[in-house]
């Protein structure tokens, strides 16, 4: 059974860090593409960014050059690297994995504030 969990979350000024982690058990991880959502309240869910397998990296305009995701198969984890935060950031953030014929785990989510 797959299952991921997600921690690093919390309380953060404006123009703080976090790193967000996503350790996943239950699968063979390095086949499989991973990526970071999120959801405001009354927004829809949205890409944060993403990596596949093989190292390809996608981020979403907003958070370009403030945010990065990295991978470490041997941990089976996935790390979201937040600087800059802006309180437009606010969300609960959720990890997904897609396996290699297309099915798809999300974690429980964990919140992440911005605020001063």
């Known amino acids: 059974q797959v299952q991921l969990v997600e921690s690093g979350g919390g309380l953060v000024q404006p123009g703080g860090s976090l790193r967000l982690s996503c350790a996943a058990s239950?699968?063979?991880?390095?086949?499989?593409?991973m990526g970071w959502y999120r959801q405001a309240p009354g927004k829809q869910r949205e890409l944060v960014a993403s990596?596949?397998?093989?190292?390809?990296?996608n981020y979403a305009d907003s958070v370009k050059g403030r945010f990065t995701i990295s991978r470490d198969n041997d941990k089976n984890t996935v790390l979201l690297q937040m600087n800059s935060l802006k309180p437009e950031d606010t969300a609960v953030y959720y990890c997904?994995?897609?396996?290699?014929?297309?099915?798809?785990?999300w974690g429980q989510g964990t919140q992440v504030t911005v605020s001063s």
């Open positions: 997904k994995l897609q396996t290699v014929v297309g099915n798809n785990f």
């Open positions: 239950g699968i063979i991880f390095g086949f499989s593409a």
């Open positions: 990596v596949t397998g093989s190292g390809n990296i």
